[in-house]
Nanobody
C-alpha cells in the first residue's frame, strides 16, 4: 500500500503561482506513473496532468496546458505541479495519484491505484 501526501496548496490571487508537491509517506520499492487531478465542489474529479515512470512523457488537460508543469523529483515517486498564471476556475482540491502501470502518462482515474488526501488551492479574482 502506497500512501501519498500532497502539500503546497493555499490561497493566491489570479495571475499568481503555486507549486504543489506529492511524495509517498514511506519507502517505495518501485517507480510509479504519477498524476494530478482536481475536484471543485459539486463537480466530478478531473484530470490535470500526468507523467510516466521515466519522466519523459507528460500529458495535460487542455485547460491547464501552457500554464502548469508536472515534473518528477530526485526522490523516488516525488512529483511536482508548478502552476502559473492561475485563474479563479483553477480553484479546487488537488489530488496526487500513483499508478502500478508504468508505460505512459495516464489521464484516466481508473488507471490509478493510490490516492492522496488532497490539498486545497483557492484562486481569488
Amino acid at each position: 500500500q502506497v500512501q501519498l501526501v500532497e502539500s503546497g496548496g493555499g490561497l493566491v490571487q489570479a495571475g499568481g503561482s503555486l507549486r504543489l508537491s506529492c511524495a509517498p509517506s514511506g519507502r517505495t520499492f518501485r517507480t510509479y506513473a504519477m498524476g494530478w487531478f482536481r475536484q471543485a465542489p459539486g463537480k466530478e474529479r478531473e484530470f490535470v496532468a500526468a507523467i510516466d515512470c521515466s519522466g519523459g512523457n507528460t500529458d495535460y488537460a487542455d485547460s491547464v496546458k501552457g500554464r502548469f508543469t508536472i515534473s518528477r523529483g530526485n526522490a523516488k515517486n516525488t512529483v511536482y505541479l508548478q502552476m502559473d498564471s492561475l485563474k479563479p476556475e483553477d480553484t479546487a482540491r488537488y489530488y496526487c495519484a500513483a499508478s502500478n502501470y508504468c508505460s505512459d502518462a495516464y489521464r484516466y482515474t481508473g488507471r490509478y491505484d493510490y490516492w492522496g488526501q488532497g490539498t486545497q488551492v483557492t484562486v481569488s479574482s
